[in-house]
């Protein structure tokens, strides 16, 4: 059965940094991409990135560009989206999902995490 | 930046068919995907590749495309369809983007 498990909630203040993480199990966590996805409170869905963990190759959203780090460890399994310093707007849910291929190029997610709530707030 | 269109809200009585549209100008050259989320759930994929169901979905949900215009369709709605729906494609880069979303009232 695939899995997807995130890390749980976080509360932190503007200006810390924070990492969260994704551990896949039930399949090959090498052979597909991993993808993250923003919602803002009350708002929509919003893609952020992609990351193929067999040789990390990483495809950003322009939106999100510059502004967090997808990264992965293949020994374990596991992805991480990072800050280096937050920002009130960066209070969401954020969710990881395995990535497939539709066309070249373009992806779509067919098993996702149950979300990672970020909160940040002085 | 590439945007996809979807109506804010569609409502239905139970029994009957509903109809989420999604336009985007690269649709006729990309395939779509919508998404299934219900209030603090996460999202669940419904439709690929336009029109192909994932296996645990039921029959009632339906895909279809006609040039830059995308359609989910449930016939025969239930209470338990009551959701937010969100249409998924990808840019001339490959970049994926969602749709805005669109609440399906089971009145």
């Known amino acids: 059965e695939v899995q997807l498990v995130q890390s749980g909630a976080e509360v932190k203040k503007p200006g810390e940094s924070l990492k969260i993480s994704c551990k896949g199990s039930?399949?090959?966590?090498?052979?597909?991409?991993i993808g993250w996805v923003r919602q803002m409170p009350g708002k929509g869905l919003e893609w952020m990135g992609i990351?193929?963990?067999?040789?990390?190759?990483?495809r950003y959203s322009p939106s999100f560009q510059g502004q967090v780090t997808i990264s992965a460890d293949k020994s374990i399994s596991t992805a991480y989206l990072q800050w280096s310093s937050l920002k009130a707007s960066d209070t969401a849910m954020y969710y990881c999902?395995?990535?497939?291929?539709?066309?070249?190029?373009?992806?779509?997610?067919?098993?996702w995490g149950q979300g990672t709530l970020v909160t940040v707030s002085s | 930046s590439y945007e996809l269109t979807q109506p804010p809200s569609v409502s239905v009585s139970p029994g009957q068919t509903a109809r989420i549209t999604c336009s985007g100008d690269a649709l006729p050259k990309q395939y779509a995907y919508w998404y299934q989320q219900k209030p603090g759930q996460a999202p669940v994929l419904v439709i690929y590749?336009?029109?192909e169901r994932p296996s645990g979905i039921p029959e009632r949900f339906s895909g279809s495309s006609s040039g830059t215009t995308v359609t989910l369709t449930i016939s025969g709605v239930q209470a338990e369809d009551e959701a937010d729906y969100y249409c998924q494609s990808a840019d001339s880069s490959g970049t994926g983007v969602f749709g805005g979303g669109t609440k399906l009232t089971v009145l």
């Open positions: 590749k336009d029109s």
């Open positions: 039930g399949y090959s966590f090498t052979s597909y991409w």
């Open positions: 990351i193929y963990p067999g040789d990390s190759d990483t």
């Open positions: 999902a395995r990535a497939v291929s539709g066309v070249v190029a373009s992806y779509y997610f067919d098993y």
